[in-house]
């Protein structure tokens, strides 16, 4: 069984820190790596794709792929109260067109 | 900026009948997708949808579900004779390459199924 590990928080944060949020995965040969954002009653919403090994930044959002390591994290900086959701860690293989979800970290940043 | 649209946003049905459930994917999109979300749970894949035809779907889809692309823009999955336990939040989702390793998927806003 494919499986995406993620804690599921409550993850607390000052206003204005960096939050760091970890997966892993059981799928060695998975290929495609997601974070998604889920506010109460609401959607995923993409935030960041990586594909390779290493880091990739988009504003204040840098996603970390380790594939040796099967270990995917999402840092967010400077850290806003409009951030607290749930963060779902997402994976899909080479040739499946599924994505599987991890059950998400929930994400509160306080003032 | 383009958006998966759902309808409706909320399905209130009686066990044992039929619900459709309906999106309408990104415009350049070609590959679609529904997933559910059990309330407190994973978000769950259902089924993808290619060229007309489904290209892989999970256990859950069995044979009380079906999807169709009856037009250019709409895509709808069906449930025949629901059950208690298909109360979930329904998305639907589409991407501009599929299967690809490049494939991000975006999600619409789901429709809340309740099933008395």
């Known amino acids: 069984q494919k499986e995406v590990e993620q804690n599921s928080g409550p993850l607390s944060v000052p206003e204005g820190a960096i939050a760091s949020l970890n997966c892993t995965y059981s799928d060695r040969v998975s290929q495609s790596f997601f974070w998604y954002r889920q506010y109460s009653g609401k959607s995923p919403e993409l935030i960041m794709s990586i594909y390779s090994n290493g880091d990739k930044e988009d504003g204040r959002f840098t996603a970390q792929l380790n594939k040796a390591s099967q270990y995917v994290s999402l840092l967010i900086r400077d850290s806003q109260p409009s951030d607290s959701a749930t963060y779902l860690c997402?994976?899909?293989?080479?040739?499946?067109?599924?994505?599987?979800f991890g059950s998400g970290t929930r994400l509160s940043i306080r003032p | 900026e383009p958006e998966v649209t759902q309808t409706p946003s909320h399905q209130v049905t009686q066990m044992g009948q039929e619900v459709i459930l309906r999106c309408v994917p990104i415009?350049?999109?070609?590959?679609f997708y529904w997933y559910r979300q059990i309330l407190g749970q994973k978000v769950e894949f259902l089924v993808s949808f290619y060229n007309n035809e489904i290209s892989e779907k999970s256990e859950i889809f069995d044979d009380q579900f079906s999807v169709e692309r009856p037009d250019g823009s709409n895509f709808t999955l069906k449930i025949r004779s629901t059950k208690l336990e298909d109360s979930a939040m329904y998305f639907c989702?589409?991407?501009?390459f599929g299967g690809g390793p490049s494939d991000e998927q975006f999600f619409g806003p789901g429709t809340r199924l309740t099933v008395l």
């Open positions: 415009s350049n999109h070609l590959y």
């Open positions: 989702a589409s991407s501009e």
């Open positions: 997402a994976v899909k293989g080479s040739s499946a067109s599924k994505i599987i």
